[in-house]
């Protein structure tokens, strides 16, 4: 039963590239969140959605970055024109309902902007 | 201001001692979870606790919540090698409780052989 999986776990972009996380979430897992961790900082809840929609955005910076988990296939989190402080450890995490007493978070994917 | 604040922030102790972290607030939670990250890779829970003044045990680790559930404590005891990690306490936030985690800035604890 393999658990989150997020890819790339490494990525690196320059200034002004374009970012695409995915996350395939757990078998069985409508729900899907995703965190950012800065250097020195804890971690920092971005999005929450579910099947082709968004729940919950109140993470998200207004500008560059957006979520989609369409119908068929991962979530994915896009970053427009990178900037070195987008440098940072992604995570996603699924459940299979609503509530977050039975989450499971993957491995991350660390963004790197040179 | 953080609404969650662990401490000690940094601990290192040796092999089969004994220790106790913290995760503290002046807001009142429906439930409280503590995670485990190590270097690389992403969190994973250890816990969720409900009740105030409820106590969860899981081999070695002791967790409480608080009378108020305002606090939280983790204890471990005789510590190995192996429970070296960041200890995330973290509370459920949106409506309904159901939509999101705000963590704590966790403690890196480091156990020595």
């Known amino acids: 039963n393999a658990g989150v999986m997020q890819n790339p776990r490494h990525l690196v972009r320059r200034r002004g590239q374009e970012a695409r996380l995915r996350c395939s979430p757990m078998?069985?897992?409508?729900?899907v969140y995703w965190y950012r961790q800065l250097p020195e900082e804890g971690l920092k809840f971005m999005v929450y959605l579910q099947k082709e929609n968004i729940i919950d955005e109140s993470g998200m910076p207004k500008e560059r970055f957006s979520a989609e988990f369409p119908k068929e296939g991962p979530s994915i989190l896009r970053i427009q024109q990178v900037v070195r402080g987008d440098s940072a450890a992604y995570f996603c995490a699924s459940s299979p309902q609503r509530g977050l007493n039975t989450i499971y978070f993957g491995e991350g994917s660390w963004l790197t902007v040179v | 201001t953080q609404l969650l604040e662990q401490s000690p922030q940094f601990l290192s102790i040796q092999e089969g001692e004994n220790l106790t972290v913290y995760c503290n607030s002046s807001?009142?939670?429906?439930?409280l979870q503590w995670y485990r990250q190590e270097p690389g890779e992403g969190p994973v829970l250890l816990v969720t606790v409900v009740t105030g003044g409820e106590v969860k045990k899981l081999k070695r680790l002791t967790f409480q919540f608080g009378d108020a559930r305002k606090d939280s404590s983790l204890h471990i005891t005789a510590a190995q090698p192996g429970d070296t990690g960041l200890y995330l306490c973290?509370?459920?936030?949106?409506?309904?409780?159901?939509?999101?985690?705000?963590f704590g800035e966790g403690t890196q604890l480091t156990v020595n052989p």
């Open positions: 973290a509370v459920p936030e949106g409506e309904t409780s159901g939509s999101r985690l705000t």
């Open positions: 078998k069985g897992h409508s729900h």
């Open positions: 807001s009142v939670f429906s439930s």
